[in-house]
């Protein structure tokens, strides 16, 4: 199992939000660059970015950082908030993304991501799946839909989309543990995902469960920042 550590960007620093609120966030570190090359340090491959501020605005805001993070590491970089165009996409391509996480757009325009995915490829992207008790919210967590997380996986595996990432809203920035039986449901029915976890990680005991139900990576990042999980632990992964 693969180990992404998570860095989320507002006003172009690494903050935590608890729960997706805005009201309730913690500045850990005015440089996302030092954070993100210590992570390359300790033998970490990927990195998780999530621009905060984007996702507010509606349209990508801190690609300066992204693009500072690329050509400064060798992280494989995922980079999502406020990606609504393909202006957006290329942005974020541009700017040294491996892949452009998308979320909101494919649950509110399932026209316009299927022509990205068409475009692009269905490799480019990496497919954010925000729940609450099993259905899909959107725009920043603040909106809960109709839609189950099992046809929204459906429907897009069926598009040639396998990286997604699964993240349980009641649990994120709690620490109190990931929603193990959610995802194990998930990787049941759709074994062919590389299915990465998030939100609730706390401890090297989580990852190891997450592990244990299958899953392909886990976005680790509040536990990281309040000292739960140490770098050098996450070596043995």
Known sequence: MQIIPAIDLIDGKCVRLTQGDYNQKTIYNENPVEVAKSFEEAGLKRLHLVDLDGAKAGKVTNW????NIASMTELEIDFGGGIKTEKDVDIVLNSGAKYATIGSIAVK????FSEWIQKYGPDTF????DVKDAHITIG??????????FDFIRNYQQKGILNIFCTDVSKD???????LA???DIIRQFPELYFIASGGVSSMADLEALKE????AAIVGKAIY???IRLDELSQF
């Open 64 to 67: 300066k950082v992204l693009k």
């Open 109 to 112: 325009d399932e026209v316009l």
């Open 126 to 129: 990496l497919l954010g799946a």
């Open 140 to 149: 920043g967590w603040l909106e809960t839909t109709t839609l189950s997380v």
């Open 173 to 179: 920035g709690l620490l109190q543990g990931p929603s």
């Open 182 to 184: 959610l995802y194990k």
């Open 213 to 216: 139900i299958g899953c392909s």
């Open 226 to 228: 309040e000292g739960k």
